[in-house]
């Protein structure tokens, strides 16, 4: 079985690209399970810039193709913003209710209906030859004032998906992954996967 390299600790998005990697015969590998991986910075301007550099740096490390996705949420009103900062947008990384407090906190003054959002993903698969691949995905919706439904991580409690009424935490898990902008950017790339198993 081939193995592949998910380049996050993030235990959420690891059980996410198990579900939606299921129907492969892949051994997903954590970075929890390599011997002092490196580091990566995610210094760059987009999500390409940092998914590429993270899947590169991975595969050369540890020898296997590795799967590095970065994502966040863009909210128009905040010109953008938390974009490549959302998972250090309170100041923590990772801090989940500190991150969805400020974003509540900073919209607090304008109605739900103007809060228009998406969630941007950009998937990176490199080799440890340094060939690379990228496949991007998106959702569209709005950010609500109250948290609401516990599947899920992140700002999908605060996002809401209109045409399900529902935000992303209330989601039934399959919905979600066919809709998620990980989930749109990864059947995007199952092909690509699906080729290196067969060769």
């Not at 740096?57 to 863009?74: E, I, K, V």
């Not at 919209?107 to 440890?128: D, E, G, S, T, Y």
């Amino acid at each position: 079985m081939m193995k592949l390299l998910v380049a996050t600790t993030n235990q959420g998005k690891l059980r996410e690209l198990r579900q939606l990697l299921a129907s492969l015969a892949l051994d997903l590998v954590g970075l929890d399970q390599l011997d002092d991986p490196p580091v990566v910075e995610e210094d760059g301007v987009t999500f390409k810039d940092n998914a590429i550099k993270k899947a590169l740096t991975l595969a050369r490390f540890s020898g296997y193709p590795a799967l590095a996705d970065d994502s966040g949420l863009s909210v128009d009103v905040l010109a953008g913003a938390p974009g490549v900062f959302s998972a250090r947008y309170a100041g923590e990384q990772g801090d989940d209710k500190a991150n969805n407090l400020r974003l509540v906190k900073e919209l607090q003054r304008i109605p739900v209906n103007q809060r228009k959002a998406h969630f941007h993903c950009c998937i990176a698969l490199a080799w440890p030859d340094g060939r690379c691949s990228t496949v991007e995905g998106r959702v569209d919706g709005l950010i609500i004032d109250q948290e609401r439904g516990i599947n899920g991580f992140g700002y999908d409690p605060l996002f809401l998906v209109p045409e399900y009424g529902k935000t992303m935490a209330e989601l039934p898990v399959e919905i979600k992954n066919r809709i998620s902008h990980r989930g749109r950017a990864l059947q995007q790339l199952l092909p690509l996967i699906a080729d290196i198993i067969h060769h």
